[in-house]
């Protein structure tokens, strides 16, 4: 057939459109991930450190940097040894490079969520083949449990990164151990990621792995298991790695090793001494809401768990990775003591599950993930309505006025995502469809970080506090916290301060060094000769001790702690 002037039509070989729709889809898929990468890390500093814990693991490293003491963590001057001190170590490396400031202090828990999408991305395309990283890297980035904790200072996302670096090594050791020198390779990178989460969060890094072993090889009849997993090397690698930081500190801090594993770990773990009990089902909403887009894929993926296994008595890593998220799920479950942050690490083995089972990838699947988006985004407009109208106290009004426009904008992008979802899913584009969703998630989330919570900070941060006392001519000779200590004001003034009738978490260094144990009766003399002297409190304790006749003058107050000065 020949063309209007005669000549044959031009035609293009389909093997080139093919080549060339695969290279315009991996520079979208790339153009995608660097601005999620630029908005992640950009959001570290959008908002002011928070109370207590961000305030505490932003503080430990800038006492390190300041005395120069790496090896004895301190909190206020007091020794603290609640945790091992790797993520200490890296935040204050930070701070020497990047210098002092609430981006610097984010670095290491935002660094290591980031790493640790790009690692289940990397163990899915390994493990289940091409096509499934940048699902299971979608899935992660999106969950709203991960999201959140990745933008939070807390040791909980390198714990995390840790252990999921070690199993996914694991299950690639496992997966060739009749190479025996791949997978002694495999082996030890899992051994070495086991002793960062050891020095990390713990003993809870070898006690997770074990019970999992244990209770994968029993399901699976696969006791090859325990002898490719090279025990006796890979514990020596962790004692050479992790023991010389807990020889050392049993020498110079005395009672460390009664204090550390006992007390801080033993006890927490079997009694209510940490008073943070809560009921056995405690995690399982946490998990539903922190997974929310995903549920329909994480049923369809335990639904046709066995389709994919493999003979008993043979490795099987998808029997592994279920058997890893139950026994954290149940670990965690059993203790007296529960924190919200403690099931992160089952979110990336739920993504490496979704993207490892061909059953969940479904235009089901991603219809009811829309809809759920759709139904949080009803559900959060509703909400905001109904808190807006049964606020009562103060804090809860300013709260209300605070964090509604962001929530506003959170509600929104889980629409858009929703809808553009259910769109695409009109011309059966499934993966169009769940990167949509991923997207409405991934945007909300950024919406709440960085525009509800930064609008919320004033309220849980002695930022605006320490900008006031920064101001002050001369500088405060003392700083005082009363009736409790505000963690997020030492970083900020680059000071330590004098805490007052409160010992809580600073029991055990104030056991060691008594005199930064202050009493009411010694704050109220120091307080009357002390003119230049400043201090923070509960707004019940600035009226207690109004009536004692006290003399204090305000210098800030909000709906819950008040800043006054001597004069």
């Not at 109904?386 to 103060?394: D, H, I, N, S, T």
């Not at 120091?526 to 004692?548: G, I, Q, S």
Request: charged fraction near 15%; proline fraction near 6%; charge should be positive.
């Amino acid at each position: 057939m020949l063309s209007a002037d005669g000549n044959p039509p031009l035609t293009m070989p389909t093997h080139g459109l093919a080549a060339r729709s695969r290279t315009q889809t991996t520079g979208l898929v790339w153009a995608i991930g660097i601005l999620a990468c630029l908005i992640w890390f950009a959001l570290l500093g959008a908002r002011p450190l928070f109370r207590p814990d961000e305030g505490r693991y932003a503080e430990i490293p800038r006492e390190m940097v300041a005395s120069g003491d790496w090896l004895v963590p301190r909190l206020d001057g007091v020794v603290y040894v609640e945790k091992p001190p790797l993520q200490y170590w890296l935040t204050a490396t930070s701070y020497r490079v990047l210098g002092e400031h609430i981006w610097s202090a984010r670095l290491v828990p935002g660094l290591a969520a980031a790493l640790g999408i790009l690692l289940v991305g990397w163990g899915a395309r390994r493990l289940w083949g091409p096509g499934r990283g940048i699902m299971a890297s979608a899935i992660c980035a999106s969950a709203p449990l991960y999201f959140l904790l990745g933008q939070l200072l807390t040791l909980d996302m390198l714990f995390t990164l840790f252990l999921t670096a070690a199993l996914i090594t694991f299950c690639i050791g496992q997966s060739v151990r009749d190479d025996q020198r791949r997978s002694l390779r495999w082996m030890l990178a899992c051994w070495i990621a086991i002793a960062g989460a050891v020095l990390t969060k713990g003993i809870a890094a070898l006690a997770i792995p074990a019970v999992v072993i244990a209770a994968y090889s029993f399901w699976q009849k696969d006791t090859r298991v325990w002898r490719a997993s090279r025990i006796g090397l890979g514990l020596a690698v962790c004692a050479a790695i992790a023991a010389p930081w807990f020889l050392a500190m049993s020498r110079v801090v005395p009672d460390f090793a009664q204090f550390f594993f006992i007390h801080e770990h033993l006890m927490r773990y079997a009694t209510r001494s940490a008073d943070r009990f809560q009921p056995w089902w405690y995690f399982l909403p946490i998990l539903i809401v922190g997974m929310l887009p995903w549920v329909p894929q994480l049923a369809s993926a335990w639904r046709h768990r066995e389709l994919d296994s493999v003979p008993r008595g043979s490795f099987d890593a998808r029997r592994l990775l279920w058997v890893w998220a139950l026994v954290v799920l149940l670990f965690f479950s059993a203790s007296k003591s529960k924190l919200i942050p403690y099931v992160l690490p089952i979110v990336p083995v739920v993504a490496l599950l979704i993207a490892g089972s061909g059953a969940s990838a479904t235009g089901r699947n991603a219809k009811l993930s829309a809809y759920l988006s759709l139904a949080a985004a009803v559900l959060l407009a509703i909400g905001l309505v109904g808190f807006a109208f049964a606020a009562r106290q103060e804090k809860q009004q300013v709260l209300s006025d605070l964090m509604t426009p962001g929530l506003i904008a959170m509600s929104l992008a889980l629409l858009a995502g929703a809808i553009a979802a259910l769109w695409q899913l009109r011309k059966d584009r499934i993966e169009s469809a769940l990167a949509s969703v991923a997207g409405g998630w991934f945007g909300g989330c950024t919406f709440l970080i960085g525009w509800a919570a930064a609008a919320a900070g004033p309220l849980y941060s002695a930022a605006p506090m320490a900008a006031v006392l920064a101001a002050r001519l001369p500088a405060p000779s003392h700083i005082y916290s009363v009736s409790y200590y505000e963690q997020t004001l030492p970083f900020y003034l680059r000071r330590t301060i004098d805490v007052v009738d409160y010992r809580g978490e600073l029991e055990f260094g104030m056991r060691l060094d008594p005199a930064r144990a202050i009493s009411l009766e010694d704050f109220a003399a120091r307080w009357r000769t002390d003119l230049d002297a400043c201090a923070a409190m509960p707004r019940d304790d600035y009226n207690r001790l109004l009536t004692t006749g006290l003399p204090m003058t305000i210098l800030l107050q909000d709906p819950r702690y008040v800043l006054v000065a001597r004069r």
